[in-house]
């Protein structure tokens, strides 16, 4: 666990992006244009790097309400894909005004924590290594903690949010959707086992039926503390396959 933002926010790769109030990239740090990006980004409009009309949309909609608000409700935890790598960051963005106080854009600063959280497994049976989320960034007031994902139990979705659960019970809200998490947590004993719920088969310790609602149930165990979370008829032949039922 890193106390203190300042600290490791020191040590890290950060790349800097200028997007003036047209949503267009005008200037790039080095590390932004040579690992980030590329050249080729110059001038273009900020939408383009969301393959996915949902993430273009929600940055169309961010950018409408810039001149509405003073301040940006930032940092955030960003998982981005560029030049067909995951990479992961933390992000804080700031705006800029000209000398009238009119709205001028915003600086982007990506904080690549990359290296930090994703884990490199060798494949015996392949020359290909596998990388897995191996810790999961969690952004507090002050401070920024890597959470294990060896000590989560569950993830429950809250919109376009996230809830953890560890094994102590504590929870932690996270700006990450569960779709997200979970095609980054598959390969890491992580299992879909409802809409809302993504669930670490490391805890499970078993599966009952509620007979008068005819609901499944998982019951997750930690050392510390019990949870029963939703099994839904659709994933419970997936869950029996994965399990070897």
């Given at each position: 666990m890193i106390e203190h933002v300042e600290t490791f926010l020191s040590i890290v790769p950060v790349g800097v992006i200028i997007v003036d109030k047209n949503r267009k990239i005008v200037n790039m740090n080095p590390y932004a244009r040579d690992v980030i990006l590329s050249k080729e980004y110059f001038n273009k409009d900020i939408l383009d790097l969301h393959e996915k009309q949902e993430a273009a949309s929600k940055i169309e909609n961010f950018f409408s309400r810039l001149t509405e608000n003073k301040s940006i409700e930032l940092p955030i935890v960003k998982i981005l894909d560029f030049k067909g790598k995951s990479m992961f960051f933390i992000v804080k963005l700031t705006k800029i005004y000209d000398k009238d106080d009119n709205f001028n854009g915003i600086i982007s600063i990506f904080y690549d924590i990359t290296n930090v959280t994703i884990k490199r497994i060798?494949?015996?049976?392949?020359?290909s290594p596998k990388f897995v989320l191996d810790k999961i960034p969690i952004v507090l007031k002050d401070r920024?903690?890597?959470?294990?994902t060896k000590n989560i139990v569950f993830i429950k979705s809250f919109g376009s949010s996230t809830m953890i659960t560890d094994a102590n019970g504590n929870e932690y809200l996270t700006n990450l959707k569960i779709s997200e998490l979970q095609e980054k947590l598959e390969d890491n004993g992580f299992f879909r086992s409802h809409k809302s719920y993504l669930i670490n088969t490391s805890y499970l310790k078993e599966l009952t039926l509620e007979k008068e609602k005819n609901q499944y149930k998982l019951i997750l165990s930690s050392d510390r503390k019990s949870f029963f979370i939703p099994l839904s008829k659709r994933n419970k032949q997936k869950l029996n396959s994965l399990l070897s039922l």
């Amino acid at each position: 666990m890193i106390e203190h933002v300042e600290t490791f926010l020191s040590i890290v790769p950060v790349g800097v992006i200028i997007v003036d109030k047209n949503r267009k990239i005008v200037n790039m740090n080095p590390y932004a244009r040579d690992v980030i990006l590329s050249k080729e980004y110059f001038n273009k409009d900020i939408l383009d790097l969301h393959e996915k009309q949902e993430a273009a949309s929600k940055i169309e909609n961010f950018f409408s309400r810039l001149t509405e608000n003073k301040s940006i409700e930032l940092p955030i935890v960003k998982i981005l894909d560029f030049k067909g790598k995951s990479m992961f960051f933390i992000v804080k963005l700031t705006k800029i005004y000209d000398k009238d106080d009119n709205f001028n854009g915003i600086i982007s600063i990506f904080y690549d924590i990359t290296n930090v959280t994703i884990k490199r497994i060798e494949e015996k049976d392949t020359q290909s290594p596998k990388f897995v989320l191996d810790k999961i960034p969690i952004v507090l007031k002050d401070r920024v903690i890597f959470l294990e994902t060896k000590n989560i139990v569950f993830i429950k979705s809250f919109g376009s949010s996230t809830m953890i659960t560890d094994a102590n019970g504590n929870e932690y809200l996270t700006n990450l959707k569960i779709s997200e998490l979970q095609e980054k947590l598959e390969d890491n004993g992580f299992f879909r086992s409802h809409k809302s719920y993504l669930i670490n088969t490391s805890y499970l310790k078993e599966l009952t039926l509620e007979k008068e609602k005819n609901q499944y149930k998982l019951i997750l165990s930690s050392d510390r503390k019990s949870f029963f979370i939703p099994l839904s008829k659709r994933n419970k032949q997936k869950l029996n396959s994965l399990l070897s039922l």
